[in-house]
């Protein structure tokens, strides 16, 4: 399975977002996935996670209400809609996929097998 985020840029504090992620292989339609970030300096964390069967999603509290995980399974295709922006979101935003269960959201990062490289989002002040 190989990942392929894409879709970052430069946006003001308030503004509006879509990231993407492009899974090849026929397995990626059967795991779970998810949107880690990792600002300069900092440790990776957890956005959100989607479970690979019944699209139950997971957030973490940082971004609940603002951002909203989905996938297109015809398309091999997981998104992340990133609203109401903030300086603090400003990150390298990477896209993973892990194993589980048909309706399991993982949330730790050692449950992720697959990575893609990550997009830049800068939020301006």
């Known amino acids: 399975v190989q990942l392929q985020a894409y879709g970052g840029g430069l946006v003001q504090a308030g503004g509006s977002l879509r990231v993407s992620c492009k899974g090849s292989?026929?397995?990626?339609?059967?795991?779970?996935s998810g949107w880690f970030r990792q600002a300069p300096g900092k440790e990776r964390e957890l956005v959100g996670s989607?479970?690979?069967?019944?699209?139950?999603?997971y957030y973490a509290a940082a971004v609940k209400g603002r951002f909203t995980i989905s996938r297109d399974k015809a398309e091999n295709t997981m998104y992340l809609q990133m609203n109401n922006l903030k300086p603090e979101d400003t990150a390298t935003y990477y896209c993973?996929?892990?194993?589980?269960?048909?309706?399991?959201?993982?949330?730790?990062?050692?449950?992720?097998?697959?990575w893609g490289q990550g997009t830049q989002v800068t939020v301006s002040s």
């Open positions: 993973a996929a892990a194993p589980g269960t048909y309706d399991y959201t993982p949330s730790q990062r050692y449950e992720f097998e697959y």
């Open positions: 989607i479970s690979w069967s019944t699209d139950r999603t």
């Open positions: 292989g026929r397995r990626f339609s059967a795991l779970a």
